[in-house]
Nanobody, 122 residues
Framework: DVQLQASGGGLVQAGGSLRLFCAASGFTFDDYAIGWFRQAPGKEREGVSCISSSDGSTYYADSVKGRFTISRDDAKNTVYLQMNNLKPEDTAVYYC???????????????WGPGTQVTVSS
């Protein structure tokens, strides 16, 4: 079974940092792009970032560009999301997911697991 587990969330003041972790299992990790999306109460799901497995290309939503950095360690089947200069509007549940585009990022998601709550206070 494909399993993805996001962790590392928490409560932080505006301007602070958090590092999210995505642990994956049940599939050939280095064959797939992995993305992060977030869901805030009453808001639509928003794609945050994605990293391809083919060449390490990265993509970011305009709302997080310059503040968030995605990376992956294929030896550990793990993807990281470093979040700096956090803002109250970043408050959401964050999920990591496989991209159905295979090794390339398409902005779509087809498998994800439990998310991790990020709360940024003003």
């Amino acid at each position: 079974d494909v399993q993805l587990q996001a962790s590392g969330g928490g409560l932080v003041q505006a301007g602070g940092s958090l590092r999210l972790f995505c642990a994956a299992s049940g599939f050939t990790f280095d064959d797939y792009a992995i993305g992060w999306f977030r869901q805030a109460p009453g808001k639509e799901r928003e794609g945050v970032s994605c990293i391809s497995s083919s060449d390490g290309s990265t993509y970011y939503a305009d709302s997080v560009k310059g503040r968030f950095t995605i990376s992956r360690d294929d030896a550990k089947n793990t993807v990281y999301l470093q979040m700096n200069n956090l803002k109250p509007e970043d408050t959401a549940v964050y999920y990591c997911a496989t991209d159905p585009g295979g090794s390339w990022c398409t902005g779509e998601y087809n498998h994800w697991g439990p998310g991790t709550q990020v709360t940024v206070s003003s």
